[in-house]
Structures are given as C-alpha cells and as structure tokens.
C-alpha cells in the first residue's frame, strides 16, 4: 500500500496528461477505422510487432529481423494500398467527428426521409437503386456517376428515379444528408444462383455490396420489392422500421434500447479501457522501468553577458551530471535536450563564483538528476577596452651572410587592439606573423599579418589587420664579413 | 605755461620708446638663451653589429645569432650635465637586461651590447630612459638563425 502511495506521489500531472492523450489518440484511431480493412491490418500490423520483440527477447536473431523488414514494407504497403481508405476517413469527415463524434445527427431524419422515399416508389413500383457508402472509398467502383450535392428530400429522391428523368436507370449515392452523384453505374455480380425474376438493378446493387462494405437498396421496378444489399447478401425489407434500422446500423445509429447499440457501446467503452491500458502500460515500459544511471558532459552555457565585458576564463568548460529514469529514457537523450546555463546578468568584472543548481539545468521529462560535479563554476570576466601599441615584424629566417637588413618601415606603425582590460594590460607590442628573410630581394614591399595572441583579443574597426612592409638590404661592411669569413673557416 | 607742458610730453614720449626698446632687448635675450636647450637630447639611436672609431658599423634590424653580439648605440647632442641613461633590453616584451650608462656635458655618445644565443631568437627592442624612466627612443630588432 505505501508502495503504492509513493508511486502515486511520484506521479506529475504530466503524466497523466501524457497517458490521457496518447489513449485518446489511439482510441480515436479505433473509432475511425473500426470496420474498415485498414483497421484490421493495424492489428495484424501490431501482432507483428509484439511477434518481433518476443523473437528478440528469446534471441531468435533471424526470425526477428525477418518480422522487422516485413513490418517496415507492409507500413509502407499499407499506406500505399489503402490511400483511398484513409483519405476518405480522413477527409469525409469534418475535424469534430474526427476528433470527438461518434454519430451524425443530421443523419437520423434523413433516414426517415429515405425509408418514406422508397416505401413510397416501391408502393408506385418505380425502380429505384440506392448507394450508402460504407467506410470504404467507392471512387474506383462506381462509374459515370454525375456530382449533384442536394439534400436529402422525399421529393429529391422521387424525381431522380421518375421514369421520364435520364438519370432514373442509374443509381444514387447518398452520403450523410447529401445525395452526392446520380445516374451511377455500379459494377454488376456475376452470381448464377440469383432468382430469375432479379433484373440488373438487383445484379448491380449485389455487384457493389460483393466488393465493398456499401450498402445498397433496390425498389423493384415489377414487383414493387424493397430490397438491402450488403456483404453479399440480398434479402427483402418488408416493414419501414426495418429498413430504417438496417440504415441506422449501416450508419452507426442507434437507439439505446436496440441490443446491436448496446453491443457497440460495449465495443466502445471496452475500445476506450484497452487503449488506456495499453498505452498505460507502454509508459510504465518507457518511464518506469529499471532505473538507469548516466553520466552526460555537459558545456555550460553563459546566458545574458553584459555586451561590454567578456569571459577571460572559466574554471571549468563542462559540468558532468549525473541522471537517473528508465533505460529507454536514457538511451534516447539527445545532446540538445540537456542544458546546462548560468546567467552572467549579475557578474561584475573580476572573478564570479556561480553556483549550479537544479534551477539552471534543463533535463527531458522522466529525467531525474542526480548530481552535479563540480557544484561551483568560477568564471572571470573582464571590460572590453580599446588599446593603441605598436606594430613590430617578427623576422625569422636568415639573410646571405654579405647582406644586411637596414630598414624595415611599417604601415601602419600603430593599431588598435580590443579586448579585456586585465589581458591588455600586459600587452604592449602586437608582432606580426613569421616574416621570412629568405625571400627578401634587395629592396621591396610586403604584406605581413598580424599575429594576435591570446585569440580573445580583436583588432578594433577601422585598424588594419595586415601591415605593409618596406625594406632595404645593403652589402655588409666588408671589415666585419671578412671578420666572420675567417670565423666560419677557422676550424 | 607752455613749456611744462611739452617738457610733459617729450618725457613721455621718451618713457614708451625706451620701454619698448628694453622689452625687444629681453626677448631677444630669451630666445638666445632658448637655442641652447638644456634638457638630454637624443640625437640619434640604433641598432648596429659593432662599433668601430666610435661609430656605429652595419646599422640593421635583423641580427644573425651566428654574430653573437648586438649593439644598441645611443648618441646625445645636448648634454647638460653629467646625468645616466639607461638602455633597457626586452626579448617578447620582457625585461632581459637594464645597463646604466654615464653621460658627460656637451655631447656624447655611448652604447650597450648584449651576447646572443640560440634561445634569444624572437623579436626584441630596446628602451632608451633618462634617470627618471622618460622614454626617449625605442628600438626594435629581430634575432634570428
């Protein structure tokens, strides 16, 4: 029981928002695509995926590759095969019923507008023949049909299948409240086991019901029969209420009182429970499972730096923190995730002890932080200045022994340097980079870089970063050559 | 009445022609005195490998370190008095060796040496102070291979 209590004080309400949502999505995918041939590659799809991790916890190394690779084609078949389903599920729909209904309202007396419609045709024998799509996309069944998005009417629905209208023969989609086509053309069945008097209104509704989930009403033109095509089947509807309830199953309506409805609200709220265990349970998998110990460096991050001053040095350039969660937590932190910054806002010039807390560390939820090494970070800080000195040539190399260098002018002979007040204090020339002598000719111009050193400091706007050189070589006296001659011969 | 008065003026006239007359002689006395300026002057500073009948031989700014020698020579036009100067050695800029030299009235000259080895190669230069730390010339030179 404390167990449970100090699991519960664990919880954030994070959490519970995490495992609501993720349900809810997942329950919502039930809703849209129960019934439909999708819906039931998804669970085929699932059982795969739970097939594959038993394959991997027993060790089975082909056979869980194998299942992998063919859950990783059959997502991207099922997205290609059934792109017309899931279209229409996502796009017939209007957001709300996506995201929240269950039922369309303006669905029910429409029906009832239906079922006197063609009570009234089968009473005045006018042939009539009637499409309610399923869940299914149509587009590629149903030919010529003719766009005409009126609603539903009694009046509507006689006229379109009055005899002398050229659109009788064919058959009418009705989606919603909307007649959406008429004067379809519905793919015929093949069947040679129908009754003789079935005339091809009949082999074009069974046609259609045979390979979609549709459903399709027939009013007999000679015997003044209604009848319901559906999976296959073509059975006679006698009684209004009947047909009614045979529209508002195909339609998921129903009244609390019909059993099929209470089988569906048990579907449903069985649908709602699983999804919230299942997913629960996928949480605990990830956030509560065996706790895993990692120790991440981090850099540390100076936020908000007063623009005039900057960072001369810092006693440390990473913190290593210490975390604790699950080991899928863990194993998918990424770099960015994690952060570690101190705000310099306060920092004066001179040394500034900061100390790290939980307060300036960013961790990815489910993400405990055990430690922190070191605790302390000393940074100093300095003011930027501006600071003019001296330009001087670093020569390297070595001229002939008969020549000497005896000019060297530079422009500019001064620069202006930026940098932190306490590291341009001890700054008095800025050299250049290494100057060959090698190359030199007798007299001449070249260009010379600047070498700054330590890097943190900036040659100022409007200073030159490179300086040019005029030099002039003359022979050596020859007193002194002849002098070193000798040195370099006498052995 | 007369003559009281143009003795008055006559006086007077006298007094401002001799006053500006004494005014030019002073200022012209000041700007005699003023050629001669008895502050240190240097007159001429350089770099050179050897001094040879007290003047300076191969004035450059690249010394060898093979030559193992460098020379800072130093020449004042205008020595007032018997005074020191200092030539202060830096390698990097840091100090490397400070030598005090003596000056005597009117003119002199005078310079520094230092041995050079293989570790000393880099750039270089050469403070010139009087004995209060004025700087009254920089040189600057390379050693090298």
């Known amino acids: ?491 | 009445m007369r003559h009281p008065v143009v003795i008055f003026i006559i006086l007077f006239w006298a007094l401002i022609v001799l006053n500006t007359q004494a005014a030019f002689s002073q200022e012209n006395e000041k700007t005699a005195t003023d050629t001669f300026p008895k502050t240190l002057t240097l007159y001429q500073a350089v770099m050179c490998e050897d001094i040879h009948t007290n003047a300076p031989r191969n004035q450059t700014v690249v010394f060898s370190v093979s030559k193992e020698k460098v020379v800072c020579f130093t020449s004042f036009d205008t020595v007032p008095e018997k005074t020191f100067i200092y030539h202060h050695w830096f390698y990097r800029d840091m100090p490397s060796a400070r030598i005090r030299l003596l000056l005597r009235p009117p003119r002199w000259s005078t310079y520094s040496s230092i041995q050079i080895r293989k570790t000393d190669i880099g750039p270089w230069r050469v403070e010139i102070t009087d004995v209060k730390g004025n700087i009254l010339g920089v040189l600057r030179f390379s050693i090298t291979d």
């Open chain 1, 1 to 491: 029981m404390d167990r449970l209590i100090n699991f519960l004080y664990t919880l954030r309400w994070q959490d519970i928002v995490d495992i609501t949502l993720t349900s809810y999505i997942l329950f919502r995918f039930y809703v849209l695509f129960r019934g439909t041939n999708v819906f039931r590659i998804l669970i085929g799809m699932t059982i795969l995926w739970f097939f594959q991790r038993i394959a991997v916890f027993l060790g089975l190394i082909v056979t869980s590759w194998v299942v992998q690779g063919v859950a990783a084609v059959a997502a991207l078949i099922i997205i290609v095969v059934f792109r017309n389903e899931i279209r229409s599920v996502l796009q017939a729909r209007n957001l709300k019923s996506i995201l929240w209904g269950f039922t369309s309202k303006t669905v029910i007396p429409t029906i009832e507008i239906l079922v006197e419609s063609i009570f009234e045709m089968a009473l005045r024998k006018t042939g009539a023949l009637l499409v309610f799509p399923g869940k299914e996309d149509l587009e590629e069944e149903i030919q010529s049909g003719i766009p005409w998005r009126g609603t539903v009417s009694k009046e509507m629905v006689m006229s379109i299948f009055w005899p002398g209208n050229p659109v009788h023969d064919g058959a009418a989609v009705i989606g919603g409240d909307q007649i959406r086509e008429v004067g379809a053309i519905l793919p015929l069945s093949h069947r040679d086991d129908l009754p003789s008097h079935y005339g091809t209104r009949h082999r074009a509704a069974l046609g259609l019901a045979e390979i979609t989930d549709a459903l399709v009403i027939v009013v007999s033109e000679e015997r003044g029969d209604v009848l319901i095509a559906k999976n296959s089947e073509l059975k006679e509807v006698k009684q209004k209420h009947r047909l009614k309830q045979h529209l508002q199953e195909h339609m998921g309506i129903a009244t609390k009182k019909q059993p099929f409805m209470r089988r569906e609200t048990f579907e449903t709220a069985m649908a709602a429970i699983l999804s919230i265990v299942f997913i629960t349970g996928v949480w605990f998998n990830f956030t509560k499972g065996r706790d895993t110990l990692a120790t991440l460096e981090i850099p540390i991050e100076y936020m908000n730096r007063d623009p005039g001053m900057e960072i001369l040095d810092a006693s440390v350039n990473a913190v290593s923190l210490d975390l604790s969660g699950s080991g899928a937590l863990i194993k998918s932190i990424r770099s960015d995730q994690v952060q570690v910054e101190l705000d310099l806002s306060k920092a004066v010039p001179g040394n500034n002890s900061f100390t790290i807390t939980r307060e300036n560390i960013s961790l990815p939820p489910g993400i405990v932080l055990k430690n922190v090494y070191p605790t302390v970070v000393n940074v100093g800080l300095d003011v930027t200045i501006k600071k003019k000195v001296p330009v001087q040539i670093d020569w390297v190399g070595r001229l002939p022994e008969h020549l000497i260098l005896v000019e060297a002018n530079i422009d500019p002979e001064y620069i202006e340097i930026l940098g932190g007040e306490r590291i341009l204090s001890n700054i008095v020339t800025i050299y250049t980079e290494k100057v060959p002598l090698d190359k030199l000719g007798t007299e001449g111009s070249i260009t010379a870089k600047l070498a700054l050193q330590p890097a943190s400091i900036k040659i100022a706007t409007g200073s030159k970063d490179k300086i040019a050189i005029k030099y002039k070589t003359e022979q050596r006296s020859s007193a002194i050559w002849k002098d070193a001659q000798e040195k370099e011969t006498t052995p």
